[in-house]
């Protein structure tokens, strides 16, 4: 499942409801990223329609590729405050280590190769976020 | 007719989020840019710089492609991207 939202997502339930609709799986990864509160807040855009189908072709070859039951990206876009839930994804497969190996592989790719810009606000300062800078909303950011 | 898109920081440096651009022949993308850029050095060094990377009608190109555009063609200019 593939949804990017200009609305707050509570991951907890978003988790819950895609571990229910599991069959076969014994093992589920999910990673949330938050907005760190060093920053006022971040402004996430994407490109409409491009992203999405980006997402989920990437997505379907994880899929195959790691033989996963189902996976899942939730991801922000718009104004986000300090605390707030950037992206939730998931994996999940009948053993773990595929669900963890293809959680990684997800992350890496939608931290670089998914079309999504960040914008970071803190006081009068507009920066917008790019690979080798110190990213608010995660991991430092690096190829 | 075809269409430009700026994205993140490139639609900040050209204020706006894109416009149409006339185009009544294929262009390579050298030369789309500078069409794109008119006057302005500034966005044209900006939308040529290695970083940037372009998607022609949705679909996201290698780094480096250097696409024909053609009359009709939507042109997105993206800077690097930023997700999670």
Known sequence: MIRITDRAFDPE???AAFRH???VSGAVVAMTGIVRPESDALL???FP???????AAFADNLRTEFGLESAMVIHRVGRM????????????SVHRKAAIAALDRLMDWLKLEAPFWKLEETGNI?????????????DRVSF | MSRVLFFGRLRDQAGMSGHPVP????LGLAEFREQVAGSDSGLLAALSAPVIRVAVNGTVL???????????DEVAFLPPFSGG
């Open chain 2, 62 to 72: 290698p780094r480096g492609a250097n696409p024909v555009i053609r009359p009709g």
């Open chain 1, 44 to 46: 996430l855009e994407h």
């Open chain 1, 13 to 15: 339930a978003e988790l």
């Open chain 1, 126 to 138: 507009r920066r917008w976020i790019e690979p080798g800078s110190t990213d608010p909303a995660g």
């Open chain 2, 23 to 26: 185009l009544a022949v294929p």
């Open chain 1, 49 to 55: 329609g491009v992203t999405e189908a980006m997402i």
């Open chain 1, 21 to 23: 609709g599991l069959r």
């Open chain 1, 81 to 92: 405050l300090p605390g707030e839930a950037i992206v939730l994804a998931a994996a999940a």
